[in-house]
C-alpha cells in the first residue's frame, strides 16, 4: 500500500509540474470524505470539495458555510440547500440518505451556494453521444467541457456509473444496465489533447473514503462499441462493483458533468 501511495504522489508531482497539464488553485487540497457524514453524501461532498479546491470566489462562496470540520459543514450543506424542495418534484426534498441527490437538483445546490450573482452558473452536460457524434468527438468534447471549469476556477463534478452487461428481468436480451451511480471531482487533466487521441489522463477526488486519485477517460473498445459514452477507467474507485454478478462484464460510465462551461 505504502508502495502505491508513493508512486501514486510521485506521478502527481510530475503532472503539476508539467505546463501543458491543467489542475486546481491549490494543489494539495485534501478529498473531502462523504463517510464522515452519510454514505449517500457525494453529491454535497463534490459541492464542498469542488467549490474549497477552486478559484478563489468559490472558496469565498463555500465559507459562508461555516462548521469546525467537514462533517459539520455538510450536515449544514444538506440542511440549508439538500433540504429544499426537488425542481422535478417539489414534494421530495433534494436530497435524501436512501438515494441521495440527483444532478439537477445538484446544479441548483451549488448556484445558491454562489456568493455573488455575476458568478459563473454551474450547469449539467450531458455526454451521451448525440446522433451526429462518435466516440472521438465525444471525447474531444467531454475534454473541452471539463478543461473549461477548471479554467473558469471550479473543478468539474462528474457523474459516473457503474454498468453491468446483463439482462434485464424477463428478458434474453444483454445491455448496459446500470447498477449505481457516483459523483466525482476533477481535480487536473491536460491542456489539450492529441486529434488522434483515444483517451486522456485524470486526477480526481473520490469522496468515498475522501481519496486523491488517477485515471483515464477513454473512447469504449470494439466490444464495447454499444455504450453510448465514455468509460471512466478509474480501477482504485470500487463503485458498485459489490452488485457483479461472478464472471460479469461491467465498467464506469462517465454519463455527465457539472462545472461552469
Known amino acids: 500500500m505504502r508502495i502505491k501511495i508513493l508512486l501514486f504522489f510521485c506521478s502527481t508531482l510530475s503532472l503539476l509540474a508539467d505546463p501543458s497539464w491543467l489542475s486546481i488553485t491549490p494543489p494539495d487540497q485534501p478529498a473531502v470524505n462523504q463517510l464522515a457524514t452519510d454514505g449517500n453524501a457525494c453529491g454535497p461532498a463534490c459541492l464542498l470539495d469542488a467549490f474549497r479546491s477552486g478559484g478563489e470566489k468559490w472558496q469565498k462562496s463555500i465559507a459562508k458555510v461555516q462548521g469546525d470540520n467537514d462533517h459539520e459543514i455538510l450536515k449544514k450543506i444538506i440542511r440549508l440547500y439538500g433540504k429544499k424542495g426537488s425542481r422535478l418534484d417539489p414534494k421530495k426534498a433534494r436530497w435524501n440518505g436512501r438515494y441521495g441527490v440527483n444532478a439537477v437538483d445538484l446544479a441548483d445546490m451549488a448556484n445558491e451556494l454562489r456568493s455573488e450573482a455575476w458568478m459563473s452558473k454551474v450547469t449539467q452536460e450531458i ?68 486529434k488522434n487521441a483515444k483517451s486522456f489522463t485524470v486526477t480526481y477526488h473520490d469522496p468515498w473514503g475522501g481519496k486523491k486519485l488517477q485515471g483515464r477517460v477513454q473512447i469504449p473498445s470494439e466490444n464495447e462499441a454499444s455504450l453510448p459514452t465514455l468509460i471512466a477507467n478509474f480501477p482504485q474507485s470500487g463503485i458498485g462493483k459489490n452488485l457483479l454478478e461472478a464472471g460479469e462484464h461491467s465498467l464506469l460510465s462517465l454519463s455527465s458533468a457539472l462545472g461552469a462551461f
Do not use: C, M, Y
Open 127 to 194: 455526454f451521451f453521444k448525440s446522433p451526429r457524434e462518435n466516440s472521438p468527438d465525444l471525447l474531444k468534447r467531454v475534454h473541452k467541457k471539463l478543461a473549461r471549469s477548471l479554467k473558469k476556477g471550479l473543478p468539474p463534478i462528474i457523474r459516473v456509473r457503474r454498468v453491468a452487461f446483463r439482462s434485464s428481468p424477463g428478458s434474453i436480451q444483454k445491455n448496459w444496465l446500470n447498477l449505481k451511480s457516483h459523483f466525482l471531482v476533477i481535480t487536473g487533466l491536460p491542456t489539450k489533447i492529441p
